[in-house]
């Protein structure tokens, strides 16, 4: 008997293909999500049915045109030009100049920097969904973040950058994380439903930033403007690009991945985080083996709301430079759908977030360029969750089959019960 | 013994809650008056048909220590024999604060109370819908986090179809239409293909602001003719129209104002006095019992949900038909979790939803009232009381709130 037909061997071989059927689902759902997208930039096109009053073949070669213009433009702003790219390097190497080079992967930084609040984000609602606990706050735990880096990054003077980012940084932790901890205190004391008091909280988060930032305010800049002050240079994030201002990838991105690693080391392995998983599976056989499920459900909700707190941090220590009134992000609703799409796993998340980075750079272009508006992404990601939450729909569209239940996140159970 | 010890230590608390809000009169308000000033609470509005009875002016201080001493009074009742409904007497308490407030805001300086309730009520309209919306779902166990979006695409339908139509009822119709669409969406996500419901909500919100968002930039920007549907006139009911104060606040509203409030009492009724009502509220409480008693748990779910999409619809198109004439891109701003956190304040009971909602509607009439007035108080944290008391509430400080509880499950047939 060979090897392969052990039993052991066998049990292998259909974990390694589950695996990949695993991948299957979320591939095919964001490939059908866009095929709906190009059906519905088809359908707003007038000029398709103008050049379909000219003929039927003509009206084919139009969508096929107004497809390839709009997702060509999507992949070119995404991704950048290759050819570009090698022209540049090219002229890197014999002539000095690297500004060409530099320019030309300005698509592919926007992709990664748009990734980097994503992963923050996305790892903050995973972290939650894997505790059992579903942050729709990490919109207001940003803005609460926002709130005090910024006050770190502006207030403070005549440090060096060594001590004052990561002091920014911690601040943007440390606001989070409290404002994240409020509901989960209120749902292990009172058993007050996370969803409603994130939610609650979103909307206290944005008054208490306008009444900050207001003109007036206890943090505006004092020109008239409702901004606050700009960060000092000492709390800027690297830059790697400094010769060129339209760049604005920054080292924020492997902070970022960073965050992702620890996030799996303490998840899988920690006590810790075997603690957040049981409380999220069965609080109630977390009970009874004897942990402490009240504090982990506030730790879990604190851990998460620094998460989203990093990705305020990052974008007003590394793009922005100050915080503005007008802050939406509406990364809240987002890293829903970013856990969702990476199987609440660490490293799925940093995946589906270099997709939606993708989407919102690329998107930018395809506005600019094959003038479809910007909120294709909105229906693109809505579409993305419906078919990743329910699989069978994907399933019943392309005759997969069924895969065996594997260990997930537990999602949410109604209000108010732990 | 130790559960009758319990209820006087509560029943204490509560006594000395009344006199903290008496306390917070004095401190808060009775400094900055002098005694010469003078209060006016005006209740006549121009351009109305109700019959004039003029205005109330008083003395600030006068009228502030009356409230102060009113809410003495209660706490002090409350400590010695305490009252049997202390949810009640703290409503009282609550409005004499309020009024404290006001009187204390307008002092050498007048404030219309019937423009204030009326702005109330116009606030509180799509609030209320909302609410309603989500009442209808939960009370069958459907969690319907998605109003917000149903909401939206419901503003964002009766605005194209009324443009087009320059019908305002085919313009509502076409927002029910939507709504209730919407409300499909969620019912065959969390019913048929047992999706966890917060996502599938929250997939419709990001859904529908994309959807409408896409469209709007697509046509109505371009075509502004496509972004002018008309809107619905004021209907004052002959006579009671004439009554001061409840006229012009009740009786004296567009179409859907009066549509919401009847909602508000057919769904109560329905839902506590009928057959329909007590089928709902079974498959929300024990499904297994409903179904075993030959009640068609899929079937009640999915009708509910439907219904609840299409009230929400409802509730946007209230946002474009009733002034504004125009959508804007989310331009809903809230008012759907905002609904939501109303529904569970109102403890899952439309008449308790319209309450809640009222509420919220004070907190934001009160702000625009209080810029006029110049109060230096910023309007922001007037508008996050409602979240604030949401939050109390839920916590269980004021009496708990116990959703259906079969919330959020999805039911799996034996």
């Known amino acids: ?418 | 013994m130790n559960e009758n010890s319990k209820d006087t230590r509560r029943a204490r608390t509560w006594g000395i809650v009344f006199l903290v809000f008496a306390a917070l009169m004095l401190v808060l308000f009775l400094p900055g008056t002098t005694g010469s000033q003078r209060t006016t609470f005006a209740f006549d509005l121009e351009l109305s048909e109700a019959l004039p009875i003029g205005s109330l002016t008083f003395s600030t201080q006068g009228g502030l220590y009356l409230l102060v001493v009113l809410a003495v009074f209660l706490g002090a009742w409350q400590l010695a024999k305490g009252f049997k409904q202390v949810y009640l007497i703290l409503g009282v308490v609550v409005l004499a604060f309020v009024l404290a407030f006001l009187t204390w805001a307008a002092r050498d300086n007048s404030m219309n109370m019937t423009g204030m309730l009326q702005a109330t009520l116009l606030r509180a309209v799509p609030i209320t819908l909302a609410a309603l919306s989500g009442v209808m779902c939960e009370r069958c166990a459907v969690i319907n986090i998605g109003i917000e979006g149903m909401m939206l695409t419901g503003a964002f339908t009766s605005a194209l179809i009324g443009s087009l139509t320059q019908n305002v009822w085919v313009g509502l119709f076409a927002a029910l239409s939507a709504g209730g669409l919407m409300g499909a969406l969620l019912a065959v996500m969390a019913i048929r293909y047992k999706v966890d419901q917060i996502i599938a909500g929250t997939a419709i919100n990001i859904l529908a602001t994309g959807l409408t968002s896409y469209f709007s930039s697509r046509y109505l920007q371009s075509i502004p003719e496509l972004n002018r549907p008309p809107t619905f006139v004021q209907l004052p009911l002959p006579v009671l129209s004439r009554i001061p104060i409840v006229g012009p606040v009740l009786f004296t509203n567009t179409a859907p104002v009066y549509l919401m409030l009847i909602l508000v009492a057919v769904i109560h009724v329905m839902l506590f006095y009928t057959r329909w009502g007590l089928r709902t509220r079974a498959v929300g409480e024990h499904p297994q019992a409903a179904d075993t008693l030959g009640v068609n748990v899929f079937k009640t779910r999915y009708v509910n949900v439907i219904l609840g999409g299409m009230i929400a619809g409802l509730g946007g198109a209230y946002l474009v038909l009733s002034s504004v004439a125009r959508f804007d891109e989310n331009m809903t701003a809230g008012r759907g979790f905002i609904g939501l956190a109303a529904m569970i304040f109102g403890k899952w009971s439309p008449i308790g939803a319209l309450a809640a909602s009222l509420i919220f509607g004070f907190a934001d009439s009160l702000r625009t009232n209080l810029a006029i007035l110049r109060v230096p108080i910023p309007s922001q944290f007037l508008l996050m009381a409602p979240y604030l008391v949401t939050m109390i509430v839920l916590a269980g400080v004021v009496g708990r709130a116990n959703p259906p509880a079969a919330d959020g499950q999805p039911y799996e047939k034996q």
Do not use: C
Not at chain 1, 275 to 304: C, D, F, H, W
């Open chain 1, 1 to 418: 008997m060979s090897e392969k037909n052990t039993t052991q061997g066998k049990a292998q071989k259909r974990r390694s293909r589950g695996r990949w059927r695993a991948l299957l689902t979320p591939l095919m759902a964001i490939v059908t999500a866009l095929i709906l997208g190009a059906v519905v930039i088809v359908v707003t096109d007038t000029s398709v049915y103008d050049a379909f009053g000219e003929g039927f073949g003509a009206g084919l070669l139009r969508i096929v045109e107004v497809v390839v213009t709009a997702y060509g433009s999507f992949f070119a702003g995404a991704f950048g030009d290759p050819a570009r790219m090698v022209r540049g390097l090219s002229t890197w190497i014999t002539t000095g100049d690297g500004s060409d080079w530099v320019q030309s992967l300005y698509p592919l930084t926007e992709t990664l920097r748009y990734a980097t609040p994503y992963i923050f984000a996305g790892l903050a609602v995973a972290l939650g969904f894997r505790g059992g606990l579903f942050n729709i706050g990490a919109e207001g735990q940003y803005f609460i973040a926002g709130l005090t880096t910024v006050f770190v990054g502006y207030s403070l003077t005549g440090v060096p950058w060594f001590i004052h980012v990561p002091l920014a940084l911690l601040a943007g932790i440390l606001g989070g994380a409290a404002w994240g901890a409020i509901p989960g205190y209120l749902k292990a004391k009172t058993g007050a439903h996370e969803v409603i008091n994130t939610i609650m909280l979103n909307y206290i988060s944005f008054r208490l930033a306008e009444y900050m930032l207001d003109v007036g305010g206890p943090m505006a800049r004092g020109d008239g403007r409702p901004v606050s002050p700009v960060i000092q240079p000492s709390a800027q994030l690297t830059q790697f690009f400094p010769s060129n201002p339209n760049i604005r990838f920054n080292v924020g991105f492997f902070i970022a991945l960073l965050a992702a690693v620890f996030v799996y080391w303490l998840l899988f392995k920690t006590t810790i985080g075997y603690e957040i998983r049981t409380v999220g599976q069965n609080p109630r056989a977390a009970k009874y083996a004897g942990m402490n499920v009240p504090r982990t459900v506030v730790l879990t909700m604190a851990l998460s709301g620094g998460l989203a707190g990093l990705a305020a941090s990052h974008d007003i220590l590394g793009v922005i430079g100050f915080m503005p009134n007008s802050f939406s992000s509406g990364y809240g609703f987002d890293a829903i759908a970013l856990a969702l799409l990476g199987n609440s796993h660490p490293f799925g998340v940093v995946l589906s977030s270099l997709l939606f980075g993708a989407l919102q750079a690329g998107a930018r272009n395809m506005q600019a360029i094959a003038r479809v508006p910007l909120d294709l992404t909105d229906i693109l990601q809505g579409l993305i969750i419906i078919f990743i939450a329910a699989p069978a729909i994907i399933r019943a569209l392309y005759r997969l089959r069924t895969p065996d239940e594997g260990e997930g996140a537990v999602m949410t159970r109604g209000w108010g019960q732990l």
